[in-house]
């Protein structure tokens, strides 16, 4: 039984190969793939978690005609000639993709054959997406990415000469921005004193917090990207290059781990791991260090920018070290943190001349 893996172990079958298997109260599950692939981790978290396992038949996918001029078309357009589409991650794409063909095959109106898909870019006005969002107003997050897909349509629908003005023009929906949750100086130091130096928990942990990397670029930081007094990073989400200043603590982290392969974060298999894959294990991680769920990797990226903010790093610094490339962003920390600043001072002002006034009648 695999350590990392709990109630999971490998063998090997007649034909050589290495198989995967998860074993508890007299079950056994058979995985798929091997560690750090995200088709395991998936299917190791939910065997975890007591879900079963589907496993999908293998379909002939026919794509739906695109009509003329259509939503369909345009989506088309966007996904198979635009250099916009391309730079996105896989992920997001796939993530868009879902977002985009859950909506082109909703019908119009209830019980009718039309669907979004079907209805010309010219014939959508105004009112119509509004009408959209509103059917949406539980879900207002899921609203403003949906609006995000339609307003990229519409843009194509301008490109290609379909339509003389954007019918998504000023039409905006802000939802309450949650965030995620920054960890606390207890959860830092609960986790520290389970994961010490030297382990890939440790590790991982480090690059997040002192480096600010989102999952995607913690999973492939490579030895190559360090130098002395800082590290390089092309982050994968938005392609900025960044060189970032080296922490001493992230430095003596780095110096207590082994240099295994080109990558500095690896799976016990000797693999890096994959976005997915990080995001499981980091679950398992904070559970044995006894934190709550809801402490993750990109939330030691929001205490980074929380701390930086604290410490009056301005704006424009705390953009340089997260690669932000929104202002109203990073201004999220500087807000918080200025208002905090505010606040005590200001009580403090009221408390100095409590204690004054004190003395007078004192006296």
């Known amino acids: 039984m695999d350590r990392e893996y709990p109630y999971a172990g490998s063998y090997i079958d007649r034909h050589g190969k290495r198989r995967w298997r998860f074993r508890r109260a007299g079950k056994t599950i058979a995985l798929p793939g091997s560690p750090g692939e995200p088709e395991f981790e998936a299917a190791y978290a939910g065997a975890l978690a007591g879900e079963p396992i589907r496993r999908e038949k293998a379909k002939i996918l026919r794509l739906p005609t695109a009509p003329p001029k259509s939503l369909r078309a345009a989506w088309r357009i966007l996904t198979t000639q635009t250099v916009e589409w391309q730079q996105l991650e896989p992920e997001t794409r796939h993530t868009q993709t879902l977002i985009a063909e859950r909506f082109l095959r909703s019908p119009v109106v209830e019980g009718e ?165 990080l995001s499981v294990r980091m679950r398992a991680w904070t559970k044995a260090a006894g934190l709550p769920p809801g402490h993750t990797l990109h939330g030691l990226r929001k205490t980074l920018g929380k701390k930086l903010a604290e410490s009056g790093a301005t704006t424009r610094q705390i953009m340089a070290i997260l690669g932000h490339r929104d202002i109203a962003h990073a201004e999220l920390y500087t807000r918080e943190a200025e208002q905090r600043r505010l606040a005590t001072d200001g009580m403090q002002r009221l408390l100095d001349g409590a204690v004054l006034t004190g003395k007078r009648d004192a006296g």
């Open 113 to 277: 054959p039309l669907t979004f898909g079907d209805v010309p870019v010219a014939d959508l006005q105004r009112k119509h997406i509004k009408a959209i969002l509103a059917k949406r107003a539980a879900t207002p997050h899921a609203a403003a990415h949906l609006l995000r897909i339609i307003r990229k349509l519409t843009g194509v629908a301008l490109d290609e000469g379909w339509i003389e003005y954007d019918p998504t023009y000023r039409i905006s929906l802000r939802p309450p921005y949650q965030g995620w949750k920054a960890w606390s100086d207890d959860a830092r130091a609960a986790f520290e004193r389970h994961w010490p130096l030297g382990t890939t928990p440790r590790l991982a942990y480090a690059l997040a917090l002192y480096f600010g990397h989102r999952r995607s670029d913690i999973a492939k930081v490579k030895w190559s990207d360090l130098e002395e007094g800082g590290g390089n990073v092309v982050q994968r989400k938005t392609r900025a290059a960044l060189w970032i200043p080296m922490h001493p603590e992230l430095a003596r982290t780095l110096e207590a781990a082994e240099r295994k392969s080109e990558y500095v974060l690896l799976t016990r298999h000797g693999q890096p791991f994959s976005r997915k894959g």
